[in-house]
């Protein structure tokens, strides 16, 4: 019995990969009028994965276990796909509208305006560059646009945008920067490096599942050192205003919870979710405010937010008919198969033969079993950043 559940629990780690794209659609257009921006901030730059990539992942041609993002329904609630995982638009989508500014176009589309910010952000992307997690055994990424990578495209934008380091510090000051959220991928190719063999005996399977949990457990560490050294650079370069988001409460997410199918009540906690799921994503959490709490102490002039996901994502389910969600359905993907309490079946994803589309996503918490609605993203939008999940403040609104 153990080592089934934990064989669930690690196939439900490896959902959380991300969403891969096929065709390149065009990014949607900003508006032409001049941007009324808030709180001085007339740019924002960003790095992270499948939660914030905008279109670089489709740009640069990967297919995957999710190639049908690259097509509707995916993207059906703004005029069709775009290479975001969702029925629409993102939080950072929401925060750049929020702020006055355009939609930041990703790094890779050539032809984009880049006046107002830059969307780094790559689906699939880990904190640790692939040679670090490769020196482990872990060779599962499926891109090389690692927080590195998209930290080093930064820094040649920047050099290449700027004429002088006070020119680039000036500009940074007047920007906000995303670090994240980054590093959960990190952790689902440690378990699907050390996923089960068929043509294993079951003690030889059990061994590499614990190889792959013990895995995600080392990586933790490390894992955060990169996000926070990652804002330690864009700070030394003259950002003043910094988020830095932690993990999603990944025991609540519907993939997870059809993959593992405990069916021991005392597993799941008053909110119907996975207890040990969350205590990870927690462990993640905790080190990263840590990190970040010694950042504030180097940096005292700058503001360094954390954006709470883990309780956005709570509060959501908590309050999901007062939020707009049909509380029957917080659980369940809009777009999937399979039916049953959660709607998700691994071997048909969004998009697949045999997958249906809810009537009203903007209802459904969860787009994908793994991505939230647009509506959802919405709503965590307004949590972090005008209702204080996101603190310090990065940025003032005014009052409504």
Request: glycine share 12%.
């Amino acid at each position: 019995m153990a080592a089934k559940g934990l064989l669930r629990f690690l196939v439900a780690l490896l959902l959380l990969v991300g969403c891969l794209g096929r065709p390149i659609p065009p990014s949607p257009s900003p508006s032409s009028a001049p941007p009324k921006t808030v709180d001085g901030i007339t740019a924002i730059y960003n790095f992270g994965d499948s939660i914030s990539d905008t279109g670089n992942f489709i740009r640069e041609g990967a297919v995957g276990m999710m190639e049908r993002t690259g097509g509707l329904p995916y993207g059906s609630a703004i005029g069709g796909p775009t290479g975001r995982c969702s029925d629409g638009y993102l939080m950072i989508d929401f925060l750049a509208k929020d702020l006055g500014l355009p939609l930041l176009s990703p790094y890779l589309d050539k032809g984009a305006d880049f006046t107002h910010g830059v969307n780094f952000a790559v689906t699939g992307a880990t904190a640790l560059d692939t040679a670090t997690l490769a020196k482990m055994g872990v060779n599962m990424a499926h891109t090389n646009s690692s927080l590195g990578v998209q930290l080093q495209r930064f820094k040649d934008f920047m050099a290449s945008t700027t004429k002088s380091s006070s020119e680039m510090r000036e500009k940074l000051a007047s920007s906000l920067v995303m670090v994240g959220e980054i590093g959960g991928n990190d952790y689902n190719y440690a378990f699907a490096t050390n996923r089960p063999q068929a043509n294993n005996s079951g003690l030889y399977n059990i061994g590499h599942m614990l190889t792959g949990a013990v895995e995600s457990l080392v990586l933790v560490p490390q894992v955060v050192n990169s996000i926070t050294s990652a804002a330690k650079e864009v700070l030394d370069m003259g950002a003043t205003r910094v988020v830095i988001p932690g993990n999603f409460p990944l025991g609540c997410v519907p993939s997870y919870l059809s993959a593992v199918n405990e069916q021991d009540k005392a597993s799941y906690d008053g909110n119907g979710c996975l207890i040990g799921l969350n205590l990870f994503a927690q462990m993640h959490n905790v080190l990263l405010q840590q990190g970040i709490r010694e950042l504030r102490q180097m940096y005292p002039s700058a503001t360094i937010a954390y954006a709470d996901y883990f309780t956005a994502y709570v509060q959501m389910l908590r309050g999901a008919s007062k939020m707009g969600f049909d509380a029957a359905s917080a659980f369940k993907a809009c777009c999937g198969a399979g039916g049953g309490a959660y709607n998700v079946d691994v071997d048909r994803m969004c998009g697949a033969t045999g997958t249906t589309v809810c009537a009203r996503p903007e209802e459904y918490l969860s787009w994908d079993g793994v991505h939230l609605t647009q509506h959802g993203y919405k709503v965590m939008t307004e949590l972090l950043y005008h209702r204080g999940l996101a603190s310090p403040a990065p940025v003032k609104f005014p009052r409504q």
